[in-house]
């Protein structure tokens, strides 16, 4: 943008989007068909300002946040430019305080992909410090203008028929999160997760919503629309150690969202030690889910039994609200030493007696159950305990491994 519009303000014919670094996208909903293109320029801080200028509208949305990536980020945007359809497509990056070579291989990138009739939308933020991944996947959405949204990690890379394949199933559920099956890198780094996310029925999308695993669908294959996404609201903005996905998956499921996935393998899915998930604490992610389980499930029972008498079931029954401790009938396991101590006396308790659980074996045990049993690691003795109850997931019990 010329010198003299930043001096004049607003340029020509543009209606000002978000005048902060940290705009709310509720105070600042983009009508889509109204803006179809958002210009970035500089505030004297440093943080964006976004203008919404006239132009075509622009069906999808590519939306990729980039923290140093320079590693990686060459591929992940030669993925978008191999898109098999891309005549009504754009990028949207927001670059979030790199230090390395990653604004010169967007450059590079917005270049080639308008060659071929591809726009690219970048902002940045240009201070010290990063405001984190919420930050800026906020930050490329405003600027964006599609109609719907397709999320991408700089460190990821898309199957060219992605795009497509997604958006044929966004127009068929418009208020769903639709992801994919993906393909992890290194291929057996995180082999269970892997099986889990490519593996799940359409039904264990919407009950298995409460293990360790986050998501159903993971954040880099999400895939929606714009106007869900803004009636759902911005990602958190807390930066490094807050489980943004997780809590917007959250968010969007108490407002009736559905979770579908396209079963074709869409995305290869990096494992590496700067990735951001690592960043977040396992006790921040294990009080989210026990606050959404006790909202979600065990608002609506009056008992329940919690499979795992070891340390994760004493933990998670520690972990409850008084009220739901006392909906605990027992703990049942498999385990012969621990069925043999009968009982675990709730030691923290101020209460007098000491609460104490019956423990008993999972056969003579009264669902609906809880599960904190980890899935696929027994070599099938546990999934084949739980399916001779002749039990119906989502009612009976639900897993909180």
Same mark, same amino acid.
């Given at each position: 943008m010329a010198e003299a519009e930043r001096a004049a303000g607003s340029p020509p014919g543009a209606v000002q989007v978000n005048g902060s670094a940290g705009g709310n996208l509720k105070d600042h909903p983009v009508p889509p068909r109204a803006v179809c293109c958002l210009r970035p320029i500089r505030a004297r801080d440093g943080a964006p300002q976004l203008w919404a200028v006239p132009g075509p509208h622009r069906l999808w949305s590519v939306i990729v946040p980039v923290h140093n990536s320079e590693c990686w980020l060459d591929e992940c945007l030669k993925s978008v430019w191999e898109q098999d359809f891309k005549q009504t497509m754009e990028l949207s990056i927001f670059n979030d305080a790199s230090k390395d070579g990653s604004a010169e291989i967007i450059a590079k990138w917005k270049v080639k992909l308008e060659d071929a009739g591809v726009p690219v939308v970048v902002g940045s933020n240009d201070s010290a410090q990063p405001r984190g991944v919420g930050f800026a996947k906020n930050q490329a959405i405003i600027q964006s203008s599609g109609t719907y949204l397709c999320f991408l990690d700089s460190d990821?890379?898309?199957? !060219?028929?992605?795009?497509?394949?997604?958006?044929?199933?966004?127009?068929? =559920?418009?208020?769903?999160?639709?992801?994919?099956?993906? #393909?992890?890198? !290194?291929?057996?780094?995180?082999?269970?997760?892997?099986?889990?996310?490519? %593996?799940?029925?359409?039904?264990?999308?919407?009950?298995?919503?409460?293990?360790?695993?986050? !998501?159903?669908?993971?954040? !880099?294959?999400?895939?929606?629309?714009?106007?869900?996404?803004?009636?759902?609201?911005?990602?958190?903005?807390?930066?490094?150690?807050?489980?943004?996905?997780?809590?917007?998956?959250?968010? =969007?499921?108490?407002?009736?969202?559905?979770?579908?996935?396209? %079963? =074709?393998?869409?995305?290869?899915?990096?494992?590496?030690?700067?990735?951001?998930?690592?960043?977040?604490?396992?006790?921040?992610?294990?009080? =989210? #889910?026990?606050?959404?389980?006790?909202?979600?499930?065990?608002?609506?029972?009056t008992s329940f039994t919690i499979w795992n008498a070891g340390k994760q079931g004493k933990k998670l029954y520690r972990s409850l609200s008084p009220a739901n401790r006392k909906k605990v009938t027992a703990f049942c396991d498999v385990d012969e030493k621990k069925i043999a101590k009968g009982f675990y006396t709730f030691e923290e308790s101020e209460e007098r007696p000491k609460p104490k659980i019956p423990i008993c074996h999972f056969r003579e045990a009264t669902p609906p159950f809880i599960i904190c049993v980890k899935q696929d690691l027994t070599g099938g003795a546990f999934e084949s305990n739980l399916s001779m109850l002749n039990l119906k997931e989502g009612r009976d019990y639900y897993h909180f491994n």
């Amino acid at each position: 943008m010329a010198e003299a519009e930043r001096a004049a303000g607003s340029p020509p014919g543009a209606v000002q989007v978000n005048g902060s670094a940290g705009g709310n996208l509720k105070d600042h909903p983009v009508p889509p068909r109204a803006v179809c293109c958002l210009r970035p320029i500089r505030a004297r801080d440093g943080a964006p300002q976004l203008w919404a200028v006239p132009g075509p509208h622009r069906l999808w949305s590519v939306i990729v946040p980039v923290h140093n990536s320079e590693c990686w980020l060459d591929e992940c945007l030669k993925s978008v430019w191999e898109q098999d359809f891309k005549q009504t497509m754009e990028l949207s990056i927001f670059n979030d305080a790199s230090k390395d070579g990653s604004a010169e291989i967007i450059a590079k990138w917005k270049v080639k992909l308008e060659d071929a009739g591809v726009p690219v939308v970048v902002g940045s933020n240009d201070s010290a410090q990063p405001r984190g991944v919420g930050f800026a996947k906020n930050q490329a959405i405003i600027q964006s203008s599609g109609t719907y949204l397709c999320f991408l990690d700089s460190d990821d890379v898309m199957m !060219p028929q992605r795009v497509r394949l997604q958006h044929e199933a966004a127009i068929q =559920h418009p208020n769903s999160i639709i992801g994919c099956q993906v #393909r992890r890198e !290194p291929p057996e780094s995180t082999a269970r997760y892997t099986r889990w996310i490519n %593996n799940l029925t359409e039904e264990q999308l919407l009950t298995q919503v409460f293990t360790s695993h986050g !998501p159903t669908v993971i954040m !880099p294959t999400w895939f929606c629309s714009r106007e869900w996404f803004y009636h759902v609201g911005k990602f958190d903005e807390g930066g490094k150690g807050v489980p943004e996905d997780l809590l917007f998956f959250y968010k =969007h499921l108490q407002k009736g969202g559905g979770v579908l996935r396209v %079963n =074709h393998c869409l995305l290869l899915y990096r494992y590496h030690p700067q990735a951001a998930t690592h960043s977040v604490h396992e006790e921040t992610i294990w009080n =989210h #889910r026990v606050k959404f389980l006790e909202d979600r499930v065990l608002s609506t029972w009056t008992s329940f039994t919690i499979w795992n008498a070891g340390k994760q079931g004493k933990k998670l029954y520690r972990s409850l609200s008084p009220a739901n401790r006392k909906k605990v009938t027992a703990f049942c396991d498999v385990d012969e030493k621990k069925i043999a101590k009968g009982f675990y006396t709730f030691e923290e308790s101020e209460e007098r007696p000491k609460p104490k659980i019956p423990i008993c074996h999972f056969r003579e045990a009264t669902p609906p159950f809880i599960i904190c049993v980890k899935q696929d690691l027994t070599g099938g003795a546990f999934e084949s305990n739980l399916s001779m109850l002749n039990l119906k997931e989502g009612r009976d019990y639900y897993h909180f491994n």
